[in-house]
């Protein structure tokens, strides 16, 4: 007569077992899952992307300055000034900016604003200079003053 017998058992116990009852050199053993096991695994498997997706950014949207532009005040007025004794380069402003105690990295951005107020030109040689505009009304100002 056979009887077939199931029973669940730990991987470890059932090495303790073994070990103990059986002195075995070489022994194998294999995990069998049921079914319904390995359908869940299949299942698992199939819904994997084979790229993992990523969210996409959200569109940053610059904000426009909420303080006026202004070149009689600040900075403006200290790269403006510094143009009006002749052309200079960025780099060649950074000095008097630090002493004024404004950032010498700040420059060029300020330099790019002027220029789309129609305040300073660039050349083509990294010089910039005042626009005909700025320059009449600063020594108008010298005048006045």
Not at 80 to 98: D, F, N, Q, T, V
Request: hydrophobic share 40%; no cysteine; charged share 25%.
């Amino acid at each position: 007569m056979k009887l077939k017998v199931a029973f669940t058992i730990d991987s470890k116990t059932l090495f303790q077992i073994l070990a103990k009852a059986l002195p075995l050199e070489d022994l194998h053993v294999e995990e069998q899952l049921h079914q319904a096991e390995l359908d869940a695994v299949a299942k698992q498997l199939a819904h994997k992307p084979d790229k993992v997706s990523f969210r996409k950014r959200k569109a940053y949207k610059r904000t426009v300055p909420t303080i006026p532009f202004n070149p009689d005040k600040g900075i403006n007025k200290i790269i403006l000034s510094l143009l009006a004794k002749g052309p200079h380069r960025a780099i060649e402003m950074r000095p008097s900016l630090k002493e004024g105690g404004y950032s010498p990295s700040s420059v060029s951005s300020r330099l790019q604003e002027l220029l789309t107020h129609g305040m300073v030109t660039k050349h083509g040689d990294g010089l910039w200079s005042l626009a005909e505009q700025s320059s009449a009304k600063l020594q108008e100002d010298k005048l006045h003053a």
